[in-house]
DNA sequence: CATAAAACCTACAAACTAAATAGGGTAATA
DNA sequence: TATTACCCTATTTAGTTTGTAGGTTTTATG
């Protein structure tokens, strides 16, 4: 399941997407909108920030605004950002790769093949759905991959 | 990531379709073999069993052993009993469905829609894959289904 | 320059979940 | 009838997620 964090990042994302014409947008006026808790969304907006996602400006006027196009902001990116790792196991991982602890070869691993497959039918839909996708507002602006 | 109390269970199965000749295993075979915890064995073993996976036989020489054949056991099934839902959004889950607390209305979320799909890709694998395949000694004996 | 407003940073607390342990109860079988 | 091993409940331990607190730095502006 996707974590809270995760969730809240999608839904501020969301936010900036439908307001890029606004420029910087204040937290509070985020967390607000969102009914997100200031403090923690802070967080969010600063490892998007850190992930070069986001931009931000300090002081009077200041606020968080995207640097990118969301048609460029994929989900994957997201969902490995806050929520960690996308396959099932860590051997699995293209981006947390750890060896299985338990799993003697790799290469002969039924397991391991299996959640390779799932991993990439995962990653068939988010790598290839962004922002864009999210704040569509009708269906028929979806871009259907498969 | 899949549970550690998941992997055990899958490596607890594995090991009873090894040695279905055997017929009932005890705990602690398994748990020494598999090199598990008796104790924590012995529950996930217990909820196999109340989910009609296993069978199990008590007193001297009793033990657990599979009641269905490995090709009837999916991937799913064992994930959804001791992972829980394999959805990314309770909105979308089949097994474990409760309604998002943030979202307005399922229809026209185009995050629910997306989240369909990871949810689709990941059980055109998981449905379709059983513990015959987990313990299939050769690659040749896969069933690839896509 | 002074001030207010806003992002930035560090640390910690609370709540929840997963993992493991303990100890006994109950049923089957040699 | 004693042994063996499943069955059940509760508790502890550890780790993660979520949320809070307070201070620091930067910047626009009067």
Redesign the pocket.
């Known amino acids: 399941m996707?974590?809270?964090?995760?969730?809240?990042a999608f839904h501020a994302l969301s936010y900036l997407a439908e307001n890029q014409e606004k420029g910087?947008?204040?937290?509070?006026?985020?967390a607000f909108s969102k009914n997100?808790?200031?403090?923690?969304l802070?967080?969010i907006?600063?490892e998007l920030?850190?992930a070069g996602i986001?931009?931000?400006?300090?002081?009077?006027?200041?606020?968080?605004y995207l640097i990118k196009k969301p048609e460029e902001i994929t989900l994957a990116k997201i969902i490995r950002l806050?929520?960690?790792p996308i396959a099932w196991l860590p051997c699995v991982s293209l981006n947390y790769y750890e060896k299985c602890s338990d799993c003697p070869d790799e290469a002969t691993c039924n397991m391991h093949l299996i959640m390779c497959q799932v991993r990439d039918q995962t990653l068939a839909v988010v790598e290839n759905k962004t922002l864009a996708d999210l704040t569509a507002k009708n269906t028929d602006k979806q871009t259907f991959k498969y």
Do not use: R
């Open positions: 996707l974590s809270k964090k995760t969730k809240y910087a947008v204040l937290i509070q006026e985020i997100i808790s200031h403090k923690f802070e967080n907006l600063l920030k850190k986001l931009g931000s400006k300090k002081g009077k006027g200041g606020g968080y806050l929520n960690g």
